[in-house]
């Protein structure tokens, strides 16, 4: 029998040592059992063998390890074998917090909040009494390998063949670059999975990077190797072209030690996204690194079947029920209309019409049409300013059991703004001054 929570706090701080004793304490008192295994270098190994139901997780563990590297390494296990991952940390970063939804987390709970032993004992409260059933907590996007991607046409077929080939070689960088939206960010993490086998590696998006390099690689005179020890040397990166030269220079400077350490794993490397071929070539002279390039999606006009059914499983997996399967004719007719937003685009649009004709607001051919005349054809794509539709908004927060932080992050936005967007539902007359 799995054993119910494993609690991981970074003990060595007494305010957390008394907080895993109090959580400890109030779960004990409604009769569920719990454990808090000592930390050390086995930690990620021992958590893997013990697959509780429940892991509470701090984002250090210790030296040896971070919340999203324990996460990381269940990688390998289906999504239904996995526990549920509830992180109880005085970490505060807003892109800590969607990694680590976006990895599976059901909560992220700040430790400094008064209610934080609480909370943290009835959310595991609640999974457990609904272990059975599906968790409404689950992110709707499952992690993706590279034989999920859906390839039907030729040109997403070539591409990812070409990453399958090059995932088995020693290559120190892999480039993917692609017009925006085409799903880029998707196809480097999948492409990490099946190049990392070793199941760990960080996700550095720099839109909101703003740390030191040499830290986070676990070379810094303050780290001590502890990131080294995560296992962090492994890397995507979303958005290269928002670097200043200022990573490609460290990376340089520093290459011997990131690629030539003997004690570093052999799979280690780089996998970077960007939506700039002068970007992709520059970094590829540098670092004798390789370009995969994606495809725009209007060369894609094969897979948007097989898309359209996968938004379609995202919307079900927001509202909570099955949605039709629109017919082949419906389906014929989508295919052969422009999407000059790329995949942001075709998801946005097939997620709030199917949910509207589910809800009944009308009819689907009718609905998609109004969704894309609405869609802002100048998106930027930047999560925290896209604009959020109202209907999939109202689906997802319903969803998360109205918890601003977790339907946040399974949007990609910042909880202010889908707060402002369910105020605005609630309230949709202004009120005068």
């Not at 984002?59 to 390494?73: E, F, R």
């Not at 690689?217 to 296992?231: P, V, Y």
């Not at 949910?355 to 925290?384: N, P």
Request: include cysteine; hydrophobic fraction near 40%.
């Amino acid at each position: 029998m799995r054993e119910d929570v494993c609690i991981v706090l970074n003990e060595r701080e007494p305010p957390k040592s008394k907080a895993a004793e109090a959580l400890q304490a109030k779960l004990q008192s409604r009769g569920i059992t719990s454990s808090r295994p000592v930390i050390d270098r086995n930690i990620e190994e021992v958590l893997v063998t013990r697959m509780p139901q429940v892991l509470l997780l701090d984002y250090l563990i210790g030296d040896y390890s971070t919340g999203l590297d324990i996460m990381n390494a269940f990688s390998s296990y289906p999504v239904e074998q996995r526990p549920h991952f509830i992180f109880l940390t005085d970490e505060p970063s807003l892109p800590v917090a969607v990694e680590a939804m976006r990895l599976g987390a059901v909560n992220y709970l700040e430790l400094e909040h008064p209610n934080s032993i609480t909370l943290a004992a009835d959310t595991i409260t609640n999974l457990l009494q609904q272990s059975s059933q599906p968790s409404a907590e689950r992110p709707p996007h499952k992690t993706l390998r590279l034989a999920d991607l859906i390839a039907n046409g030729p040109a997403s077929r070539k591409a990812v063949e070409k990453a399958s080939v090059l995932a088995i070689k020693p290559v120190p960088l892999l480039l993917i670059c692609g017009p925006a939206g085409s799903g880029l960010s998707t196809f480097a993490h999948a492409l990490a999975i099946e190049k990392f086998k070793h199941g760990y590696f960080s996700i550095v998006d720099l839109m909101n990077f703003d740390g030191d390099w040499a830290e986070h690689f676990g070379l810094g005179a303050s780290n001590e190797g502890r990131l080294r020890l995560g296992r962090n040397l492994s890397i995507v990166i979303d958005h290269l072209e928002n670097d200043d030269g200022e990573l490609l220079g460290f990376l340089c400077d520093r290459r011997k030690e990131i690629w030539e350490d003997p004690y570093t794993t052999k799979d280690v490397g780089i996998i970077a996204s960007t939506t700039s071929k002068e970007i992709a070539r520059l970094w590829q002279k540098a670092l004798a690194g390789e370009v995969i390039h994606l495809p725009t999606l209007a060369e894609r006009h094969e897979d948007i079947p097989a898309l359209m059914q996968r938004f379609i499983g995202e919307a079900e997996s927001m509202l909570g029920k099955a949605i039709k399967i629109p017919d082949s004719e419906t389906i014929t007719w989508l295919c052969h209309l422009d999407w000059p937003g790329h995949l942001g685009q075709l998801r946005d649009v097939i997620i709030d019409s199917t949910l509207r004709c589910a809800l009944g607001q009308g009819k689907l051919r009718d609905l998609i049409i109004e969704a894309r005349e609405l869609w802002d054809l100048d998106h930027s794509f930047d999560a925290h300013n896209a604009p959020i539709s109202t209907y999939v908004a109202a689906a997802v927060f319903e969803a998360s059991h109205h918890n601003f932080r977790v339907a946040a992050a399974r949007l990609g936005c910042a909880p202010d703004r889908l707060r402002a967007v369910i105020e605005s539902q609630r309230d949709p007359c202004p009120r005068k001054p």
